[in-house]
């Protein structure tokens, strides 16, 4: 694999795990300000980044995150698992379905 395509495809696996995590917000009735309150973040704007793919959720608040996104941890935390690393994903639980 050449390194040049790596990244393009890291952003576009990035933006789509935004995608999902922006409807699971829509989902919980939450705007980014709520969930960010919630999260304890000082500004919401990290939420938008998440969202639009320019960042992802930090390991260390997948719990916390799922939890206000209503959803349960561990699955949350596998399901962005497929985005953030597609190759560990597969090791650990084979292609995703």
């Known amino acids: 694999m050449q390194r040049g395509k790596v990244l393009p495809e890291a952003r576009q696996l990035r933006k789509q795990a935004g995608d999902w995590l922006k409807a699971r917000r829509a989902e919980a009735g939450l705007s980014q300000v709520d969930l960010a309150a919630k999260l304890g973040l000082k500004y919401y ?53």
């Open 45 to 97: 704007t990290f939420i938008s980044q998440v969202e639009n793919g320019f960042s992802r959720v930090p390991t260390e608040t997948m719990e916390a995150w799922a939890i206000q996104l209503g959803l349960e941890p561990a699955a949350f935390a596998k399901h962005l698992l497929v985005y953030y690393e597609p190759e560990l994903h597969r090791l650990l639980f084979g292609a995703p379905k």
